[in-house]
């Protein structure tokens, strides 16, 4: 079984600059989750779609970050502008549903994003 | 509000002998504990979880224990093996009331287990 495929792996942008980053989830998952992980911290939730849905964007800054889930497949999380702390590693994950109790959830091996 | 606390950045053991890590949480609503082992430039994998009804579950070498009155949950690897080298993240959730499972993670613990 395929895991989760994010891309790319590593981005290094300028502050105020823009970025986007692409998550595949695991087939036939309806729960796909981004988590922000920055350096010394465990990740931290931004936003959880369900199906293509959002269910949770609460932590979402969302004067700058956006995400969207068309079609309740693949994911894109885009930060417009870029700050120095948004520096971090950006995780997707995804579940089959949401009542898994987060012992379901798979992540993906992140995108590491460098803002100078 | 740091709601899941690892106090302990990091911990180094020997081959052989037991590690334990510990975790700390602040809201009694959590009803579902986890641990997350991470390795270096991969996500986090899920290790083994504990429900607030239980107060120990255990899994091969990893045994997961509960102490609700305390708000305290611990990791116990025995024997602990140079492959579990790894950060160990905490996480709680809250599962009734139809919450949506959200994962709440601790800072993280870095294990080093030397040969």
């Known amino acids: 079984e395929a895991g989760v495929a994010q891309s790319p792996r590593y981005k290094i942008i300028e502050k105020r600059q823009s970025v986007a980053f692409w998550c595949n989830p695991i087939?036939?998952?309806?729960?796909l989750y981004w988590y922000q992980q920055i350096l010394g911290q465990g990740p931290k939730l931004l936003i959880q779609?369900?199906?293509?849905?959002?269910?949770?964007d609460s932590q979402l800054p969302k004067d700058r970050f956006s995400a969207e889930r068309l079609k309740g497949v693949d994911s894109t999380l885009k930060i417009q502008p870029a700050k120095l702390e948004d520096s971090a590693v950006y995780l997707c994950?995804?579940?089959?549903?949401?009542?898994?109790?987060?012992?379901?959830?798979?992540f993906g091996p992140g995108t590491r994003l460098t803002v100078l | 509000d740091q709601q899941v606390k690892q106090n302990s950045p990091s911990l180094s053991v020997q081959e052989g002998r037991i590690s334990i890590l510990n975790c700390d949480y602040t809201?009694?609503?959590?009803?579902?504990f986890l641990w997350y082992k991470k390795y270096p430039a991969e996500g986090p994998t899920f290790l083994i979880s504990?429900?607030?009804?239980?107060d120990k579950n255990e899994d091969g070498r990893f045994t997961v224990f509960l102490n609700k009155s305390a708000k305290h949950l611990s990791l116990h690897i025995v024997p602990s093996q140079p492959g579990d080298s790894a950060v160990y993240f905490c996480?709680?959730?809250?599962?009734?009331?139809?919450?949506?499972?959200?994962?709440?993670f601790g800072t993280g613990t870095l294990l080093a287990v030397q040969p």
């Open positions: 994950a995804s579940s089959l549903g949401t009542g898994t109790g987060g012992m379901g959830q798979y």
């Open positions: 087939s036939g998952h309806a729960t």
């Open positions: 779609f369900q199906n293509n849905g959002v269910v949770d």
């Open positions: 809201n009694s609503m959590f009803d579902y």
């Open positions: 504990i429900s607030s009804i239980k």
């Open positions: 996480a709680a959730t809250q599962t009734y009331g139809g919450a949506t499972n959200k994962l709440i």
